[in-house]
């Protein structure tokens, strides 16, 4: 039975962390104050059979209709990514009272590179009076769109939680090679080649280039980055295409040693994470909202545009994830959407 008076209306489309975040709200608040409504999935291959009573779930944005008395009765409208037009042109008919109840979860590609978003993104985007996101993408969004929503500072999902205990039966590669991670996805964002070129030169060290391609859509560029990272790296590459279940991940991370994250936007948060609470090396772009927000935390992460080596501060890197596990816990979490449902 959902309460409406304390109603909180989740908006979101199906991605390989929504799940778990559903089961985490509903195990430490009331399911009875939670509707998740899931439309549409950021890939094909992506599955998921709810068994709570407070999960829909629509294919079709016709029957998205039915969810409209719950928007005028929510007290809040948490939109988890502003990705589909038919969402953001259903919000833009709003009437300001509602959009006052609506806390953006800001992913990402959903507002960097304002000339690139539509007309009606920007719109909706000046209009919405709260948003969920770090310190960092926060300005960004102040300095661009020229907006001062009030920001929920929160880690938003336990995708983005380190936990140990998830890495305790783990076993380490007996090979000795250094595995190095390319990226977190198939996303031109990563910048795949311009990291592959200036990786070209450890070609003849004993390494393993391990490229993530499961996550993308744009064939082209694929075929592109598997066509010149086998070419200058031969047998020591290996390109992820299948999507693996969240064990399978961790168990590749576990064993990575260097992690280079050269997106042109915050992108791969919880996989630099997960490296960072495992004493691993991680390069950035020192230009983005991601080097400097781990920066400010007092976490040492390396600028790829700067240097690159296989030099292990080990001292360092533990104090990394000694930060990562008292910032990134499940507490934080816990308490940051506290905060938020308590507004």
Not at 172 to 179: A, I, R, T, V, Y
Not at 226 to 252: C, M, P
Request: contains cysteine; charged residues 20%.
């Amino acid at each position: 039975m959902i309460d409406t008076k304390n109603l909180n209306l989740h908006i979101m489309f199906l991605d390989k962390f929504i799940p778990p975040f559903i089961d985490f709200i509903n195990q430490n608040f009331p399911p009875e104050e939670h509707l998740f409504v899931i439309y549409g999935k950021a890939m094909p291959e992506l599955e998921y059979h709810p068994t709570s009573a407070n999960v829909i779930s629509f294919n079709s944005f016709n029957n998205f209709f039915y969810i409209l008395p719950y928007i005028n009765v929510a007290k809040r409208i948490i939109i988890h990514g502003l990705f589909f037009e038919e969402v953001v042109n259903l919000f833009n008919q709003m009437p300001q009272e509602i959009l006052d109840k609506v806390y953006w979860v800001m992913w990402g590609g959903d507002f960097y590179f304002p000339e690139e978003q539509s007309q009606a993104q920007i719109n909706l985007i000046k209009k919405i009076r709260n948003v969920i996101t770090n310190d960092y993408d926060y300005k960004y969004l102040t300095d661009k769109y020229e907006v001062k929503p009030k920001n929920f500072a929160c880690i938003m999902y336990p995708s983005n939680v380190y936990d140990p205990k998830n890495y305790e039966h783990l076993k380490e590669n007996s090979k000795s090679e250094l595995w190095i991670l390319v990226g977190n996805s198939a996303a031109p964002t990563n910048r795949h080649l311009f990291v592959f070129d200036k990786l070209k030169k450890f070609k003849q060290e004993r390494i393993k280039i391990v490229v993530p391609l499961s996550y993308g859509k744009e064939k082209n560029y694929i075929r592109q980055v598997v066509e010149v990272g086998k070419e200058i790296f031969r047998e020591k590459i290996i390109f992820i295409f299948d999507f693996l279940n969240y064990a399978q991940y961790l168990q590749i991370l576990f064993n990575v040693h260097i992690g280079i994250f050269y997106q042109n936007r915050s992108q791969g948060f919880g996989n630099i994470i997960q490296l960072l609470g495992l004493g691993k090396k991680i390069y950035l772009d020192q230009n983005q909202n991601s080097y400097k927000y781990f920066s400010s935390l007092g976490i040492k992460v390396y600028s790829f545009d700067d240097e690159f080596d296989f030099n292990f501060d080990v001292t360092q890197l533990s104090r990394n994830a000694d930060i990562i596990k008292k910032k990134f816990s499940i507490d934080s979490l816990l308490s940051q959407w506290k905060e938020i449902f308590s507004n």
